[in-house]
């Protein structure tokens, strides 16, 4: 199999990257998140610009037609600037929603919005007890005439402080845990009964609690069955899950790079300390783990928008598993091998730790994707 991107997506790569080293210094980002609304519209409006945001969509709608390589290319740049702008959040994330679920007449209106910078998303679908369950959803929609009237709760929504149109899945029939029955919604963030509280995540983006209070929206905010939206909502998570691993995969890099410019500089005993075995053993794990990282994203990429609902979760599930184990084996050494300053808020590694750690538990950890590739049948079924 040939892994070797071709010259559209070497271009893809070189402009994305080189905009975030002339743009995004580690001072700049930290400048940006103590201010409003916690990211840069400036950005924003670069990504715009450049064509991020229309990347995976399709031409007829507005978009750029760019597939899983290409996201997997401008993700993993993403993690090793540190980008904290709600692109996983709009783009990916619901934008997965829209592609695989929205109608013509949806994709026509919004993703010009998207690709432009003027349309921010996010995917409210977490509630208090359902931790990783997509399928658990006591949040209500209930059919009044032609529309609909949402009554509920969401946490954790990513960047949902920011964003302008919510995408919610609310039970439209069945009990709380029943696969059936989950319908979801587009709504309006400022429509009346809406009221969000935003905040700062550990890893420095942002997120919100949402609540919905007889939220009505008409037919028109319906984005696929509104009583089988679980395989849409679980299609959109599974790529969005092989987004995230290259994300993290870019953050290990930068991890790995930073502790082995670390060892080569910093001095005991009148030597470098990367003179001493030991040290050189532990960063050669690093490599070794990061490289295991990367291999099963590329898998995961590849695998992400496969037709195949089986053999897909199974192919995000095993790569989320290696991504937890790797994210804690490099950053912990990284920490380790830099000493005090690693803990410091001024020195890089420290963040990147932060968010490795946060991404393991977006959409479920790597003991959660263990589980579920052993309830599988493991990786490749007999």
Known sequence: MDFDLNDEQRLLKESVE??????????????WLGGEPGW????????????????PFSSDHGGMDGGPVETMIVMEAFGKGLV?????????????????GASEGQKAHLVPQIAEGGLKLALAQTERQSRYDLF?????????GEGWVIDGAKGVVLHGDSADRL???????????????????????????????????????????????????GPEAVIGD??????????????????????????LDEMYQLTVEYLKMRKQFGVPIGDFQVLQHAAADMFIDLEQARSMTMFATVMAHSDDAQARRRAVSAAKVQIGRSA????????????GVGMTMEFKVGHYFKRATMI????????????RVADAGSLIAA
Not at 89 to 96: M, P
Not at 172 to 188: E, K, N, Q, S, Y
Request: proline share 3%.
């Open 18 to 31: 080189r905009l975030l080293a002339d743009r995004y210094d580690f001072e700049t980002r930290n400048t």
């Open 40 to 55: 840069s519209a400036d950005m924003w409006g670069q990504y715009a610009d450049l064509g991020l945001l229309a990347l």
């Open 84 to 100: 904290v702008e709600p692109y996983f959040s709009t783009v990916i994330l619901s934008g997965g929603v829209l592609r695989h």
């Open 136 to 144: 658990d959803v006591a949040t209500s929609a209930r059919a009044d």
């Open 167 to 217: 995408i919610v899945t609310a039970r439209t029939a069945g009990d709380r845990r029943d696969t059936d029955g989950i319908g979801v919604f587009l709504v309006d963030a400022s429509a009346p009964g809406v009221s969000r509280r935003g905040y700062r995540t550990q890893d420095g983006h942002r997120a919100a609690d949402v609540m919905f209070e007889n939220v009505r929206v």
């Open 226 to 251: 509104p009583e089988g939206g679980l395989p849409l909502v679980a299609r959109a998570v599974d790529e969005a899950i092989a987004a995230l691993c290259a994300e993290a995969v870019g953050g």
């Open 328 to 339: 804690m084996s490099v950053g912990q050494n990284a920490i380790q091998l830099h000493g």
């Open 360 to 371: 393991d538990a977006t959409f479920g950890n790597a003991a959660y994707h263990l589980a």
